[in-house]
């Protein structure tokens, strides 16, 4: 694929990704998922078709656009920048190249019948696309040690922390040896959630392919994993996209002592801040990041419609799903690791 527009020339990514981790890599407006090891990963993982496309002004990178198509006969055919994960969406230096990168993803979208692109911002863009506003990144600057960040915690949130350390659990951080058990809890907590699981190939992939930064951090009570969570770092930012913990264990706060010892790793090993994941405010999560001193930063999930229907909700929220949910709730764990793979590789 090239196409010319206004001086802009956009080409897709085939093979050759130094140029395009290079530009990842030096400007201050790219994030973890514009890496093109993201494109190998979801390639190798789920099988879906990936458009990476990049805009160039006088042979030179000025913007990038990650894109995935999926397809299911549920859901439909729609294209993400990116699926599974909180933000991407298209950097530029300009509006030109902007454009040029978006209106080339329109050409994609109708040469694949997709029904809509849905771009994943951290900034609102004024491109003339409905946009969504209703979730938040919890980020929280860390300062440059642990024990400061120690002192800033209210005494509650210190006494929390204690608890679980009383009760004998352990930590362990690790790579592909902690994947067993970050998985086992992974899949009991998104079974109880109702939600299906992604295969276990997926955080092996990740693992292997950020392996200068991505992890895992587990809990253990004796050897049973009881809360754990993924962490990758790019550019001074650590975040941890997926954890989870046993409800059996939640009187016990072992997801406190998972997160303590994350951010106490993160200020040693001098990242600048934590993101906490995506959260709705003043829900249950939002509550629990928020207490940690995180503050909201804005999603704009923006829309490009085929036939100017209406925003899609493909989501735990939606009362479509509310039967499925409650089904899968209801399903043994050994199903929903059968099931689960083949089901979520299309819910973005």
């Known amino acids: 694929m090239k196409t010319t527009t206004a001086g802009i020339e956009i080409k897709q990514l085939t093979h050759e990704t130094e140029a395009w981790n290079r530009y990842a890599q030096e400007s201050d407006m790219t994030t973890l998922y514009h890496l093109a090891g993201w494109k190998r990963v979801l390639e190798k993982t789920f099988g879906h078709a990936t458009y990476y496309l990049y805009a160039l002004r006088?042979?030179?990178?000025?913007?990038?656009?990650?894109?995935?198509?999926?397809?299911s006969l549920i859901f439909g055919k729609?294209?993400?920048?990116?699926?599974f994960v909180n933000y991407a969406g298209v950097i530029a230096e300009d509006a030109d190249a902007r454009t040029a990168l978006i209106d080339a993803a329109?050409?994609?979208?109708?040469?694949?019948?997709?029904?809509?692109?849905?771009?994943?911002?951290?900034?609102?863009?004024?491109?003339?696309?409905?946009?969504?506003?209703?979730?938040v990144l919890m980020v929280l600057d860390l300062p440059a040690t642990s024990d400061e960040l120690w002192k800033s915690f209210k005494s509650k949130l210190r006494s929390q922390i204690k608890r679980p350390?009383?009760?004998?659990?352990?930590?362990?951080?690790?790579?592909?040896?902690?994947?067993?058990?970050?998985?086992?809890?992974?899949?009991?907590?998104?079974?109880?959630?109702g939600t299906p699981v992604y295969t276990k190939r997926l955080f092996e992939n990740i693992l292997q392919e950020f392996s200068d930064s991505a992890g895992i951090c587990t809990v253990y009570d004796g050897s049973t994993p009881i809360a754990s969570g993924f962490i990758i770092g790019f550019k001074g930012l650590l975040q941890i996209p997926w954890a989870s913990s046993i409800r059996a264990y939640n009187r016990f706060s072992p997801n406190m002592l998972l997160y303590w010892n994350i951010l106490k790793r993160a200020c040693e090993e001098g990242y600048s801040q934590f993101d906490f994941g995506r959260s709705t405010p003043n829900e249950g999560t939002y509550k629990f990041k928020r207490q940690w001193g995180a503050v909201p930063k804005p999603c704009y999930w923006q829309y490009w419609l085929a036939s100017g229907e209406e925003l899609p909700e493909i989501n735990p929220h939606n009362p479509r799903y509310a039967l499925m949910i409650k089904t899968w709730q209801r399903l043994p764990l050994a199903v929903t690791k059968l099931l689960g793979p083949g089901i979520v590789k299309n819910i973005p």
């Not at 042979?59 to 397809?71: A, E, N, Q, S, Y």
């Not at 729609?78 to 699926?83: E, H």
């Open 106 to 135: 329109i050409r994609i979208a109708r040469q694949n019948k997709a029904e809509h692109i849905e771009l994943r911002h951290l900034a609102h863009y004024d491109i003339g696309l409905p946009t969504k506003t209703s979730k």
């Open 58 to 71: 006088n042979g030179r990178i000025v913007g990038l656009l990650p894109l995935v198509f999926l397809k």
């Open 165 to 193: 350390g009383k009760e004998g659990f352990t930590v362990k951080f690790g790579q592909l040896e902690e994947l067993e058990s970050f998985y086992d809890v992974f899949t009991q907590n998104m079974r109880d959630l």
């Open 78 to 83: 729609f294209m993400v920048s990116l699926p």
